[in-house]
């Protein structure tokens, strides 16, 4: 057996509060799991993919097509060892990602959260995060959206259907209060939450299934 897998799904933006869409992190592990995403800049934070490492995951990058327009792919690619991969593959391609055992979305953004918990799976990185859950794979997700998103039914909505497919969602002023349109700052984004939740997280999943929910 090999060391744990990760995705890092990278999605629309960046951490700079334009707009409240800021890039998506995925990550998720064939015996295992790790957190994660690029920020505006294209870098991930330093300190917790080292830890993610330190932990035995192996880390793995899957972005948007938009991301992957501003992503520094090579550098990505060269810190974590595997290609970036940002679409599906072709009918006779290879798999060139190992199958994740755990997820790991943050930071999430409105749009997001909304369509996977609708099942729509219009990117390689939804596809993966609907086949996650249907699979019942351990997933933590941490939000980043700003106040006037936060007051649209669909997100509470949304959030609520992820917590019940089994979804580990950290959501609320404890964790990160929302912030004013075009005002975020990533800095203030807490990724420490992440894999601490993950480790829980994968601790108690059984992998079952959650079943179909009304």
């Known amino acids: 057996m090999g060391l744990p897998a990760g995705f890092l799904l990278d999605l629309d933006g960046g951490l700079d509060g334009k707009g409240g869409e800021p890039a998506h992190g995925l990550w998720g592990a064939p015996q295992g799991a790790l957190p994660e995403a690029a920020g505006g ?6 300190d917790l993919g080292e830890q993610a490492h330190q932990d035995g995951w192996d880390v793995c990058l899957i972005a948007t097509p938009r991301a992957f327009q501003w992503l520094d792919v ?34 999430a953004t409105f749009n997001t959260i909304n369509k996977w918990a609708a099942g729509i799976a219009d990117t390689l990185a939804l596809g993966l995060l609907c086949e996650a859950t249907g ?10 959206l700003n106040a006037a998103q936060g007051e649209h039914p669909a997100l509470g909505e949304g959030i609520e259907r992820l917590r019940r497919l089994g979804v580990r969602v950290l959501f609320g002023p404890e964790v990160l209060p929302l912030h004013r349109p075009r005002q975020g700052k990533r800095d203030q984004f807490p990724w420490h939450l992440t894999l601490p939740a993950l480790k ?15």
């Open 135 to 144: 699979k019942g794979l351990p997933v933590v997700v941490l939000p980043y």
């Open 200 to 214: 829980e997280a994968a601790g108690h999943q059984t992998q079952q299934p959650p079943g179909r929910l009304q």
């Open 74 to 107: 090579p550098g990505l690619a060269g810190r974590t060892g595997h290609p970036v991969r940002h679409d599906y593959k072709l009918p006779g391609e290879p798999d060139l990602l190992p199958e994740p055992d755990a997820i790991i979305v943050a930071p």
């Open 41 to 46: 800049d294209g870098e991930i934070p330093v």
